[in-house]
């Protein structure tokens, strides 16, 4: 099981961490995506990362401003989001799957965890 934490509401400019923890679930020999959907929008990945941590991949939207990084010795990929604009107001998802790929499509990945929601707002 993933659990997805640490959204909440910032004003635009700041900066928020997401944790993906497993449960029950070893991450380290997974590949890990974060994917977001806002309402009345598809689910969009915006990052992945490589078991090894050797491969990460970003959404144009999000280069530059998130950065995706895991400690498999805490079971757990994290998903620094800074310089925090309005429109990246969602619902945050972690999902596991094989392989992390350039594409960040969600059929990749079968295990999902619960959202966090973020809102970014002044």
């Known amino acids: 099981q993933l659990q997805a934490s640490g959204g909440g509401l910032v004003q635009p400019g700041g900066s928020l961490r997401l944790s993906c923890t497993g449960s029950?679930?070893?991450?380290?020999?997974?590949?890990v995506g974060w994917f977001r959907q806002a309402p009345g929008k598809e689910r969009e990945g915006l990052s992945c990362i490589s078991p090894a941590a050797g491969t990460s991949y970003y959404v144009d939207s999000v280069t530059g401003r998130f950065t995706i990084s895991r400690d498999n010795g805490k079971n757990t990929v994290y998903l620094q989001m800074d310089t925090l604009k309005p429109e990246d107001t969602a619902v945050y998802y972690c999902a596991a799957g094989p392989i992390c790929r350039y594409t960040l499509g969600s059929r990749e990945y079968a295990y999902w965890g619960q959202g966090t929601q973020v809102t970014v707002s002044s």
């Open positions: 029950g679930f070893a991450l380290g020999t997974s590949a």
